[in-house]
């Protein structure tokens, strides 16, 4: 029947599209339904991808900024922040392009409209004032999430911001303060103080990145100050007052002390919250928890057969986490063998410069699990690539276990620091030693060096420091 599914995924960000294509594979009469006319979700068209464009812009306007140095002479760059945008908006078309074309080569049939449950295998479709009803065997929820927003700091788009908003600034402000210094918070702190921007990062919690290793943030706030970038950690936004030429904050710093700041533009990057609100969840006996729905090590909710994964299930807020679990979630639902994920392993990324990239567990976290621990680290400044890059900050570290040296993670703050951290996931997923990695024979010269030349440093024998 042409109203009835095997599978309906709801939404199509990067767990919802990876899903159904999986599900196609499988041979699974499956259905996406998309709000947007395009697909791709947050992530392609309002996340991941248009921020590491503009990104990609801003290392590219402060490359060329020092390109002197390494023998070319140039006209200082100017930034045209119009074509900037048209840039960052191609790289999105062109991918949503090939996610549509993707859906199509698989076999998945496209429902643009909202989606909702009205009965436990039912989902209704609405657009335009019309609805139709689909029946499905299994229903996978991947709605995804949006900015969280502050009761007293609510985003007007013009003065208070949110990440969407961000990334459509028709001109760079003269100040901006960034409110959260997490992985979006980070990124666009370093997009707009390329851009020019005099930037303030205020962060409640001690540190910038609070989730990385302490010495990867600490790390990350020395090049952040040297790039002028001013960061007010341990610090609380207690009062917002919006004006027609800019923002006044009231701010208390841990201890009581109480200043004020001003600054053009305030953008709120204080989390994401679950995109859960009107799906009919709850009415079909689907727990929730805080927005977040309650599922299984399968993503298997409360009803067998509804499924939910990325940002609206308590998982990291990664696009690549949500693809993982489409697939395990598709692969569970059609019969297939499948082990649950292991969230020790996920890869953190944050794209600023100098970039940041993690895996595994942080030096804290492993002593708080009872590991005796060992760690090793090696700075880029000694790593020939990384002088040949001019990009000679930062540093791996990596953690292990002393008795078994036993791999436990790997923390990477520097040039290419996204790009690095694979290698580290390939060897936490095979069980691999410190040794393992010291025995890995690496290209030279290469930033990845600098994995090896950690482990060497973890396990005792440090060659070039």
Known sequence: MANEFDLIVIGSGPGGYVAAIRAGQLGLATAVVEKDPYYGGTCLHRGCIPTKA????????????????????????ELDLARAHEYKDDVVAKNAQGVAALLRKNGVTGLHGTGRLTGPHTVEVERDDESAAYEARHVLIATGSVPRELPFAAADGRRVINSDHALKLASVPASLTVLGAGAVGCEFAS?????????TLVEMLPRLLPLEDEEVSAELERSFRKRGIRCLTAT??????????????????????????????????????????????????????????EVDPFMRTALPHVYAIGDVVATPWLA?????????????????????????HVPSCTYC?????????????????????????????????????????????????????????????????????????????LESTTEELVRTMHAHPTLSEAVMEAAHAAVGHSIHV
């Open 191 to 199: 997009i707009y103080a390329s851009f020019g921007s005099r930037v």
């Open 320 to 344: 690549h986490v949500a693809s993982s679990e489409g697939i395990l979630a598709v692969e569970h639902l059609a019969g297939e063998e499948v082990r649950p994920i292991n969230y020790d």
């Open 54 to 77: 503009l990104l990609h812009t801003a290392a590219m306007l402060d490359e060329i900024r020092g390109c002197s140095r390494i023998g070319l002479s140039v006209a200082p760059p």
């Open 236 to 293: 609380r936004v207690t009062e917002v007052a919006a004006g027609e030429t800019g923002v006044r904050l009231a701010l208390e710093r841990e201890g009581g002390e109480r200043s004020e700041h001003e600054s053009e533009v305030l953008l709120v990057a204080v989390g994401r919250a679950p995109f859960t609100a009107g799906l009919g969840l709850e009415e079909l006996g689907v727990g929730l928890d805080r927005g977040y729905v």
């Open 353 to 429: 410069v100098p970039e940041v990239a993690s895996v595994g567990l942080t030096e804290a976290r492993a002593r708080e699990r009872g590991y005796d621990v060992a760690t090793g680290k090696f700075p880029f400044s000694a790593l020939a690539k990384a002088r040949i890059l001019r990009h000679p900050e930062g540093f791996v570290k990596v953690v292990r276990e002393a008795k078994y040296d036993e791999l436990l993670g790997v923390h990477v703050v520097g040039p290419h620091a996204t790009d690095l951290i694979a290698e580290a996931c390939v060897a936490l997923r």
